[in-house]
């Protein structure tokens, strides 16, 4: 148990402290690579729904189902929280069978950022690698020891951020990326 709350801790500070404020020091590299997404798996046809702009009647444990899950584990734990700064998230954690008893469970997350644009994202330690996803928003990714954190523009200063803690950092990229396409299908597109 004490593990499963140590990864839910590991993931929940990846996701939000990928969308903090910028914090002052050393500038880091904006940019190191690009992100690909001819192997996510998933096909888009067009944006999230427009008849619903408004991303604040968006519940972050509706935007990824059950079914779209099992494929990457046997995730038996969702939990629907705020940040310390009320941003709205949802985690998924993963039985302990479907870890080692060396690792941690897997686990993923959605936060859903109402107060902060994409350029607000921050490099976890991994870089930033810039891309769009397959309906053309745009997307950073970054990685930390903990897992991959992919942040998505929504709006000028409204962005989501899609983390897995699966494994290795790429199996959790790789979960990232397609759990980011997923999502995008169901975020507004204003």
Not at 131 to 142: A, E, Q, S
Not at 166 to 179: F, G, M, N, P, T
Request: charged share 25%; proline share 5%.
């Amino acid at each position: 148990m004490r593990n499963v709350s140590l990864g839910l801790l590991v993931l929940v500070s990846l996701v939000s402290a990928s969308c903090s404020e910028a914090m002052s020091g050393s500038p880091q590299s904006d940019v190191t690579g690009e992100v690909s997404r001819s192997a996510s798996g998933v096909t888009a046809e067009k944006p999230g729904p427009a008849a619903n702009s408004d991303i604040s009647t968006v519940e972050p444990c509706d935007l990824v189902d059950d079914s779209t899950l099992s494929r990457f584990a046997e995730f038996v734990e969702k939990k629907a929280k705020k940040t310390q700064t009320g941003e709205p998230y949802c985690t998924w954690s993963a039985s302990r069978t479907s870890a080692s008893s060396e690792e941690w469970p897997p686990m993923v997350g959605v936060l859903i950022d109402p107060d902060a644009g994409l350029d607000q994202f921050q490099d976890r330690g991994g870089g930033l690698q810039r891309g769009k996803t397959d309906n053309g928003r745009p997307i950073i990714r970054t990685t930390s020891d903990s897992g991959c954190a992919v942040g998505m523009a929504v709006e000028d200063d409204v962005h989501v951020v899609v983390s897995a803690g699966i494994k290795d950092i790429e199996e959790s990229c790789r979960v990232a990326d397609q759990l980011v396409e997923v999502v995008d299908q169901k975020i507004p597109w204003v």
